[in-house]
Each structure stands twice: as structure tokens, then as C-alpha cells.
């Protein structure tokens, strides 16, 4: 059974610092994992989709690295804003439709 | 743009009333998820539709039901909602292929 662990639960940064966020699951055999965004009370946004073949996605502001072997994944956020203000989670998908794991998520405070 | 629309956004229901909520999708994709999130838990599926054929999780309550009368549109029915069922309901869409997962913005049952 796939499990996905997201540490640390929390995270407090001051404005502009670079961070990185963790993702890490059990079982290496993963369609493609994504990165989502949730602000308090909403649904998830998608940030990025990682394909099991691929190393990393880049959009703006956000990269995300999959290493495979050893189960993990980053979510790198340069120069923090803000409005980053949110939870990350991360999710596992573990075939092409149907059986995903999420992680419970971190939840991200920016102070100006 | 394409996306997935969830209504209502706030349900306020009363104990043992039966409740619908409704999700759809102009993206036409093929496999329809409903989760259930509780406060800084991951979501849980509840269930999911790969096209016209249902596929219920395990530890889904059989007060938890679904309908998929077309393509466009899946429905959540809670035949008799508990103080527990209170949560928010996520309906997620995706297509077969490494293609991830999209949300709509979720609705916050409320049980009275």
C-alpha cells in the first residue's frame, strides 16, 4: 500500500526566502506525481505533474523534482511571497486513473 | 476556459435529510473522482467513475452514493448525513494517460 509523507506539517518563512518543501512515498512504481496548491476553505489548484520518467517541472517561480529510487520529491519555491500563503500537498499517482495517494500536506505561512 | 464546477459551494443540512451535491466538467474527461477532506487531513476517495463504470472504495459508508448520468455530470448523494459526514467534498476529473488530476473548488457541507 502506497503511503505519502509530507514534512514538515508547518512551515513559517519571512518574505523572499528560497524554500523547499518534501514529499516522500513508499513505493517507486508511480504513473507521475503532482503538486497541488489549496487555499483555506477551496479546492486544490494544480501547480505541476511530474512524469515517472521525467527528473523535473518548472513553472515561474515553482520547481518540483521526482527522484524515483528513492522515493521523493521536492517542491522548490524562489523568493517566497505572500501570497504563497497556503497548504501544499502533494500526490502519488499510481495508475493511469483511479488510485492516487495525497499527503496530508504542508501548510505554509510567508510573513511579510 | 474548460474546468470542473461544483455546487453548491456551502451546504447547510440538517441530520438524517438526505443531500445531493453536484459536480461538472467541460474538459471531457473520462474518470470522475468525489473526495471527502477533513480539516488538515488528506482527501479520501470516496468513490470514482471510469467512464459508466462505478468503482467504490472499501471503507466508503453505504450512506455515501453516487449517479454519473452522462459524462458531463456526477453526483454525490448522502442518503442520511451524520454530524461526521461534515467535511468538504471534492470532485476531481481526469483522463487516462499521465494527465493528473483537476479539482473543482469544493463544497463545505455543514450538518446541523
Known amino acids: 500500500k502506497q503511503e505519502v509523507t509530507q514534512i514538515p506539517a508547518a512551515l513559517s518563512v519571512p518574505e523572499g526566502e528560497n524554500l523547499v518543501l518534501n514529499c516522500s512515498f513508499t513505493?517507486?512504481?508511480?504513473?507521475?506525481l503532482q503538486w497541488f496548491r489549496q487555499d483555506p476553505g477551496k479546492g486544490l489548484t494544480s501547480l505541476l505533474l511530474?512524469?515517472?520518467?521525467?527528473r523535473e517541472q518548472t513553472s515561474g517561480r515553482l520547481n518540483a523534482s521526482l527522484d524515483k529510487s528513492s522515493g521523493r520529491s521536492t517542491l522548490y519555491i524562489a523568493a517566497s511571497q505572500p501570497g504563497d500563503s497556503a497548504t501544499y500537498l502533494c500526490?502519488?499517482?499510481?495508475?493511469?486513473?483511479?488510485?492516487?495517494?495525497f499527503g496530508d500536506g504542508t501548510t505554509l505561512t510567508v510573513k511579510p | 476556459d474548460a474546468m470542473v464546477i461544483q455546487n453548491p459551494r456551502y451546504q447547510v443540512t440538517q441530520f438524517g435529510k438526505p443531500v445531493t451535491l453536484s459536480c461538472s466538467q467541460t474538459l471531457n474527461h473520462n474518470v470522475m473522482y468525489w473526495y471527502q477532506q477533513k480539516s488538515s487531513q488528506a482527501p479520501k476517495l470516496l468513490f470514482h467513475?471510469?467512464?459508466?463504470?462505478?468503482?467504490n472504495e472499501a471503507d466508503t459508508p453505504d450512506n455515501f452514493q453516487s449517479r454519473r448520468p452522462n459524462t458531463s455530470f456526477c453526483f454525490l448523494d448522502i442518503r442520511s448525513p451524520g454530524l461526521g459526514d461534515a467535511a468538504m467534498y471534492l470532485c476531481a476529473t481526469s483522463r487516462v494517460g499521465n494527465y493528473g488530476y483537476t479539482f473543482g473548488s469544493g463544497t463545505r457541507l455543514t450538518v446541523v
Open positions: 467513475y471510469y467512464d459508466k463504470d462505478f468503482n
Open positions: 513505493d517507486s512504481a508511480i504513473y507521475n
Open positions: 511530474i512524469q515517472s520518467s521525467q
Open positions: 500526490a502519488v499517482h499510481n495508475t493511469n486513473a483511479g488510485k492516487s495517494t
